[in-house]
């Protein structure tokens, strides 16, 4: 929320006010439905929990459906549910630590550096454990079997999304990045059984590239999902789900070191692909190696 937002009971609430949005839960918990106040009794006991949960699992804990939760969120006259957690971070945390979890606003520059690089290589080392070699293998298959493969991501995901078009497509891969909202359902719509999907989206719950996947599941397409660990709306619609670990998602809804986990990821997967088909595949990195260089004093 930005300035004075209006909310369903007609009042407003400053976006600056930290302590609004619980206070306004517990002021209109009396006057919500069953199932909303439901939610509403969860999200107020477990609020700092419930910023490290996607939608789906607060659904779960709190026994309700995601559209319920999203209903709860626009009686409380905001968006939906990922602004509801950047709103209970500023009621529950220091702000500086909206900018990364580790910092302080005493911090150095040299103890900035350190925290950042050792968030990062937390990632890592973590999305390396957690990566479940059959889950890796399987995505592969599904990978080289296709004949056409589409990459989705939108907001930070999107750069990560047109890395991993552009490595396959030096493989020789007819791969193309799709990050336009409306253009993804389009185009998800027109995928078939030949079609391999890739979705990035590190929270799982983008609303748009939720749509995409499940309509290229619904066309026949298969599918693979790229997302931050534990339950989401998107891995419902994936065939295949690789997980990344973020080291300081617990205040933000996009984490930064969530990108470098991605690219890693992705990278792993490009080889993976790359070594199936050892000859073929260097024939055409050089290929295109030498078509960049043409670019190039």
Not at 53 to 75: D, F, K, P, Q, Y
Not at 276 to 289: C, I, P, Q, W, Y
Request: proline share 2%; aromatic share 2%; glycine share 6%.
């Amino acid at each position: 929320m930005s300035g004075k937002q209006r909310l369903a009971n007609g009042r407003t609430v400053e976006a600056e006010d930290k302590a609004s949005i619980l206070t306004l839960i517990r002021q209109s918990m009396r006057t919500l439905p069953p199932t909303a106040r439901r939610i509403a009794e969860y999200v107020d006991g477990h609020a700092s929990d419930v910023i490290r949960m996607s939608i789906t699992e607060l659904a779960e804990h709190a026994e309700a459906s995601e559209g319920s939760i999203v209903g709860l969120c626009r009686r409380l006259g905001i968006d939906g549910f990922q602004e509801l957690k950047i709103l209970l971070s500023r009621d529950l945390v220091d702000p500086v630590r909206l900018i990364h979890e580790d910092l302080r606003e005493t911090d150095s520059v040299a103890d900035v550096a350190e925290h950042v690089f050792a968030a990062h290589i937390a990632s890592l080392q973590q999305t390396r454990q957690l990566l479940a070699m059959p889950a890796l293998t399987r995505a592969v298959e599904i990978i080289r079997n296709a004949r056409r493969l589409e990459v989705y991501g939108i907001g930070s995901s999107g750069p990560i999304a047109q890395d991993l078009a552009y490595r396959l497509l030096q493989l020789g891969r007819d791969a193309k990045v799709v990050s336009d909202s409306h253009i993804q359902a389009v185009s998800a719509a027109m995928t078939d059984a030949s079609t391999a999907v890739i979705t990035i989206s590190h929270s799982g719950s983008t609303t748009e590239t939720v749509l995409a996947t499940r309509l290229a599941r619904d066309a026949g397409a298969r599918t693979i999902g790229i997302t931050r660990m534990g339950k989401s709306p998107l891995a419902r619609y994936c065939d295949i789900v690789l997980h990344t670990i973020a080291n300081e998602t617990r205040y933000r809804p996009e984490a930064m070191s969530s990108r470098v986990a991605q690219l890693a990821l992705i990278d792993t997967l490009v080889s993976c692909c790359a070594l199936a088909d050892a000859k073929r595949s260097v024939a055409k990195l050089e290929l295109s190696a030498r078509i960049i260089a043409g670019k190039r004093f």
